[in-house]
Every structure is written in C-alpha cells, then in structure tokens.
C-alpha cells in the first residue's frame, strides 16, 4: 500500500534553517509529482511547494526566494530546504502524492519557528 512518511522538523530560530525529508512507498517514485503542504494552528491547509516527475518545481509566492524542494529517485525521497525562516512559516509540514485519483498524505512533521 501507499504510504508516505515526513520527517526533519523541529524547533529553530527566526532566521535559521531546516531541511525536510519525505519517504513515499508503494509507488512508482520516479513517475510520480509530489508535494508539500502547511496547515498553521487555526488556519487552513496551504500548498508551500510541489515538483513533477521530471524535477520542475513550483514554490508559493511566500516561499519563494527562501524554501527550494528537490528529490531524489534513488531514494524515494522529496526534500524541502527551508532558509530564511520565519515565525509565520511555523504549521505541521505534510507531503502528498497522488495516485490514481486519490490523495495520499502523511502524518506530517511540525516546524517551530521561534522570535
């Protein structure tokens, strides 16, 4: 079955650095787009970044210039590297694939960005 599982969040400062990870199984990875999405406490669910199959990415416009999100095939892992960080990017980090029409998510992983 599909699974997808995050991981690399933490606690860090205004300014600092995180680089997330994203293992997706059950899936052909190399054929496959992937995506990350934020959900800050009572707000909803927000596309930060996603990238084809074939490496094209596609940032939001209040990530740009600060995250990058890259994969590897090898691996079947998707990374996204937060620079820059700031205290409004604070929200639980999911990765999403879709296969065959469905959503698939993981548990997510929450970055803390501290003042």
């Known amino acids: 079955q599909v699974q997808v599982v995050e991981s690399g969040g933490g606690l860090v400062q205004a300014g600092g650095s995180l680089r997330l990870s994203c293992v997706a199984s059950?899936?052909?990875?190399?054929?496959?787009?992937m995506a990350w999405y934020r959900q800050a406490p009572g707000k909803q669910r927000e596309l930060v970044a996603s990238i084809t199959s074939g490496g094209s990415t596609n940032l939001a416009d209040s990530v740009k210039g600060r995250f990058t999100t890259s994969r590897d095939n090898t691996k079947n892992t998707v990374y996204l590297k937060m620079n820059s960080l700031k205290p409004e990017d604070t929200a639980t980090y999911y990765c999403n694939l879709e296969k065959i029409l469905r959503d698939y998510w993981g548990k997510g992983t929450l970055v803390t960005v501290s003042s």
């Open positions: 059950g899936i052909i990875f190399r054929f496959t787009a």
